[in-house]
């Protein structure tokens, strides 16, 4: 079968997009392919540069060998274009630059000489957090900040509110906020977009998007990975940090935000602020009560052994670090209360997906005999990954004579089906989104520290339990006590088209 068309899409300015910890995973990973795919669609324009940024001991020609390969092994081979891929490395520069020292700096100003205020100029800091700050200290030294440059910051934004706000201070004092992308690359999904188009460009749904309808949210962010060779990382992060705070919330407030005036950025930013600032905190009680941690051990995963988390690299004996979180929270405002969202997020787990979904209460009256069936609420789906789908599930007669017989149905919007198009990644289009100067997917300041101040009402809930996370076996769904968390309240976890769903 042949690839979908690429989405044609407008020219952009000239770049200069300087890309900090550039031999490092996300960046071979998932920026330079997200570049060179841009660069494939026509929207990288005439003299944009790529440069990479590490403290590695390498030339451009060694970098561009290693970008070569990166992007033959992480785009699809029927995207690849040998001339195109030429033209990609040909934009591609490397300098070695110490970000704790001096070291480096005067080189990489070198490299603007004589570019003036041309090119739109981008400092991408794929790093450690702790590196932030230093970082844009030294670019104000060598004289890169101009007032029109501008800043990604990977997440996380540090490890909790405190944190957070002195990196947001450090960087804050280099660059004003309209400079500053902190970036969250779920919010750069084509589904996750379209709840937006799903929500206020429909008469249907935005009537009954309220506690009188809706009698639950959950959303589900499932890996089967592991720590993949992080887990320095990860065990000083865990689940509530990695994918909580930031992913799981922001998909909390675009379900939850009331329409904006409009799809300028600040007032979509202004509606999502709303939510966090709505969340219910948790005291010790509610945290006992309302979420549960996990940590995988030995199992299996698509079809492969793998090892407990106590037991890949880089974990420390005894570690009590969550890999799995679930939680129920609450919105105290008009439209949502009394409606529970139920979070889950998990490494090692059956699948990798993402979805959304969004239980309706039952009708209130059935006239249909028993004979029927069983009659089941209306549910909405909104898959992320993989196969980005929106499904709405209805009541419908089954054909055929032989009375009235009732069963659930899907109308199923499948984008690539519908569309037959191929959808720039969350990554590509959020690089080209700071090329335009368009901030409305990437967090604001006070977005981010109004998340951290009700993910710490967790963490300090933890800290005082005690609790040790729950084990569950790598290939399952958790934690059986994530199985009560929902089934208490009369509900359950939506798995019917999920594999190997039994924990």
Known sequence: MSHPRTVAAPPLPAFDYTVFGGTGDLALRKLLPALYLRDRAGQVAAGSRIIAVSRSALDPAEYRAKADAAVRRH?????????????????????????????????????????????????????????????????????????????????????????????????????????????????GKETVQNLLALRFANSLFEPLWNANHIDHVQITVAETVGVEGRGDYYDHSGALRDMVQNHLLQLVCLVGMESPVSLAQEAVRDEKLKVLRSLKPMGVEDVGACTVRGQ??????????????????????????????????????????????????????????????????????????????????????????????????????????????????????????????????????????????????????????????WAETILEGWKSRRDQPKPYISGTWGPSQAIALIERDGRTWHEDELPNAAF
């Open 296 to 453: 995988y051990r030995a199992g299996a995963v698509t079809g492969g052994a793998v090892p407990a988390y106590a037991d890949e690299p880089g974990i420390p004996a005894g570690s009590g670090t969550e890999t799995f979180v679930a939680l129920k929270l609450e919105i105290a405002n008009w439209r949502w209360a009394g409606v529970p969202f139920y979070l889950r997020t998990g490494k090692r787990l059956p699948a990798k997906m993402s979805e959304i979904v969004i239980q309706f209460r039952p009708i209130p009256h059935s006239i249909f005999p028993q004979s029927a069936g069983e009659l089941q609420a209306n549910r909405l789906i909104v898959r992320l990954q993989p196969d980005e789908s929106i499904r709405l599930h209805l009541m419908a007669k089954e054909p055929g004579p032989g009375g009235m017989r009732l069963r659930q149905a899907p109308l199923n919007l499948s984008f690539a089906e519908t569309f037959g198009s191929r959808f720039p990644d969350a990554y590509e289009r959020l690089l080209m989104d700071v090329v335009r100067g368009n901030p409305t997917l990437f967090m604001r300041r006070d977005e981010v520290e109004a998340a951290w101040a």
């Open 75 to 187: 785009v699809a081979a029927d995207e690849l274009d040998e001339e195109l891929i030429a033209r990609f490395l040909e934009r591609l520069d490397y300098v070695s630059v110490d970000a704790t020292s001096s070291e480096g700096w005067s080189d990489l100003a070198g490299r603007f000489e004589g570019r003036g205020d041309g090119p739109v100029r981008i400092f991408y800091l794929a790093t450690s957090p702790s590196l932030f700050g230093p970082i844009c200290d030294r670019l104000k030294g060598a004289g890169l900040v101009t007032p029109a440059a501008r800043v990604v910051l990977e997440k996380p934004i540090g490890r909790d509110l405190d944190s957070a706000r002195a990196i947001n201070a450090q960087v804050g004092a280099v660059f004003a906020e309209s400079q500053i992308y902190r970036i969250d690359h779920y919010l």
